[in-house]
């Protein structure tokens, strides 16, 4: 597939790396004038990439990094501006009619056609997965194929359990909750992740210029092969310790109460 050149960088003034090659970081600061987010999200991503996180992500990615489920490509396209050799899925890449947000859009990187399942043959590099849609199983199940690939590194932009981004499983898997919420306090709008197994842990965050009524961040996650099937609450499920305590001698007869 051929992809078009990125616009360039403006032509004159003091310029960070992210003005010069990231349109996306410029465009937001404009959100006051009037320029309208959804045409931001088409024509770019869902959330505008800084170069701290760029460089966090090529950092812990020495291997390189499978992205799924990468829209326009821009998050790959950035990345590989880093240096970072990337491949970047979706099942409805940029421009496919299919994909209601980016039916028509142009893309920013080779995005190729194919579904999370891919990351079963990447599981050397890292996984990407920025705004992985909410309330759908496939982000647990691509985390839950690149875990059993061998994959030790995930690196997932959005929002927190309960936010706009993934599922409870998705959350759970990330080792985002320490027990399963929803039968601990008995709330029906939570999922219930009894038996989920953490296959990771978040190592580091970096913060995100969130587009407006978003608060997302950048999390980096390590394998975690200690991490025990969640529970209702786990402290009340934990075998209760018996303090040891004083042992009660008598020395002679015990005292007869009530005696004189
Ligand atoms: C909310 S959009 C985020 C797109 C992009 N990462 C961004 O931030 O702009 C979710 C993307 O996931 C893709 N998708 C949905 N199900 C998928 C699956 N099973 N495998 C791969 N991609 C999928 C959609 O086509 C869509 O482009």
């Known amino acids: 597939m051929s992809v078009p050149s990125p616009p360039g960088p403006p032509a004159s003034g003091p310029r960070s790396s992210e003005e010069a090659g990231n349109p996306l970081w410029l465009a937001r600061a404009r959100l006051g004038d009037g320029e309208p987010v959804d045409q931001l999200i088409a024509t770019y991503a869902f959330v505008v990439p800084t170069d ?26 950035l990345l590989r501006e880093q240096g970072v050799d990337v ?3 979706d099942i409805a890449p940029a421009p496919s009619p299919r ?16 579904d999370h399942t891919v990351v079963g043959d990447h599981g050397a590099r890292t996984l990407l997965l920025v705004w992985p849609t909410r309330n759908e199983d496939w982000p647990g199940e691509a ?9 030790t590194t995930v690196a997932h932009v959005g929002e927190r359990p309960g936010g706009h981004t993934g599922d409870g ?15 601990a306090y008995q709330t029906p709008s ?16 970096v913060e995100l210029p969130s587009l407006p009524g978003r608060d997302d961040d950048l999390g980096l996650y390590a394998r975690d092969p200690d991490a025990q099937p969640l529970r209702p609450n786990p402290r009340r499920l934990r075998p209760r310790q018996r303090r040891p305590g004083p042992r009660l001698r008598w020395r002679g007869a015990p005292p007869a109460h009530g005696r004189e």
């Open 99 to 114: 994909n209601q947000w980016f039916a028509g859009s142009t893309p920013w990187f080779p995005v190729r056609d194919g």
């Open 169 to 183: 499983r998705f959350h759970a898997l990330l080792g985002e909750v320490d027990r399963c919420w929803a039968c």
């Open 52 to 77: 701290e996180a760029l460089r966090a992500i090529a950092a812990a990615s020495p291997r390189g990094v499978v992205e799924v489920g990468a829209g326009t490509g821009y998050w790959a396209h």
């Open 143 to 151: 985390v839950t194929l690149f875990a059993a690939a061998g994959g």
């Open 190 to 205: 939570v999922p219930c992740v009894c038996g989920v197994r953490p296959r990771f842990r978040r190592v580091r965050t």
């Open 87 to 89: 491949v970047a899925y």
